[in-house]
């Protein structure tokens, strides 16, 4: 087991380069990387982050994921 294991929201849209409004954003939409809630903290498993990841790899423009 890694270390830290859960992320913080800064960590996690630094990693994917994008911001924790987007991240807030994608969790209410319900097509980012699944969450923990801990009172009023969100928290993210680096394993659903790059399961995320990896769920939306596509190779050309006009694929749909249909996650994000």
Same mark, same amino acid.
């Given at each position: 087991?890694?270390?830290?294991?859960?992320?913080? $929201?800064? @960590?996690? $849209?630094?990693?994917? /380069? !994008? =911001?924790? !409004?987007?991240?807030? #954003?994608? %969790?209410?939409? *319900?097509? *980012?990387?699944?969450? &923990?809630?801990? *009172?009023? /903290? &969100?928290?993210? %498993?680096? @394993?659903?982050?790059?399961?995320? !990841?990896?769920? #939306?790899?596509?190779? /050309?423009?006009?694929? %749909? =994921? *249909?996650? $994000?």
């Amino acid at each position: 087991m890694p270390e830290k294991a859960l992320a913080t $929201a800064e @960590e996690v $849209a630094a990693y994917l /380069r !994008t =911001t924790k !409004t987007k991240l807030a #954003n994608d %969790r209410y939409r *319900g097509i *980012g990387p699944k969450f &923990v809630k801990h *009172g009023r /903290r &969100v928290l993210y %498993r680096w @394993e659903d982050v790059y399961a995320w !990841t990896e769920a #939306n790899l596509v190779q /050309r423009t006009d694929e %749909r =994921t *249909g996650v $994000a």
